[in-house]
């Protein structure tokens, strides 16, 4: 009898610990982070924006890849008309335009890596605070990045990636940080 009453409360005592821990683990929640960057309007914006800078840089190197041309093509076709001097003087020109190409592609990659980092960070910084909002909103203990935590599989059902693309473009969309509302208050001022 005593065993009896023993484990009964024993029993009692660990529901509402066993209620608690299965309410916890039910509070988490993901977000494809990629997803968010891809799809909304300051993702978007910030994509077209490296893509822009990345085509300048394409074709800047492109119109050096014409001037390395020049120099190139003369050598060739005059080799054996053109005085030794001439010769040296178009060889060295057609090296300096090659390091000069090579060190232009060294300094655009990183460039290009450092606006993309950049313009990650800033929107990290702008995305932080809606996924906050959401997490206590939604009274949520966790929220995973879906596919950088390590994570094998989540429901879709925990899944708040949508949520937070709507609330994200609709937050800037009212502080006017969106590429159509930039225009308009640039008009404003």
Known sequence: MKKLLISIAVTALALP??????????????IDVQRVLNTSVAGKAA?????????DKVTRATKMLVDIKAPDTE???K??????DKLADLQKQLADKQVALQR?????DKELGEARDKALLEL????KPVIDQIGKEMGLAVIFNKFESGLVYA???IDITDTVIKRFNDTMAEAGT????????AKKQ
């Open 178 to 185: 969106t590429p159509a509302a930039q225009p308009a208050a």
């Open 17 to 30: 610990v066993f209620a608690q821990t299965a309410t916890t683990a039910g509070r988490l929640a993901v």
């Open 104 to 108: 232009f592609g060294q300094d655009a």
């Open 124 to 127: 990290e910084g702008k995305i």
């Open 47 to 55: 994509q077209e924006r490296l893509k822009k800078v990345q085509e």
């Open 155 to 157: 429901s879709d059902a």
């Open 75 to 77: 050598i060739n076709t």
């Open 79 to 84: 080799k054996l008309s053109l005085s030794e």
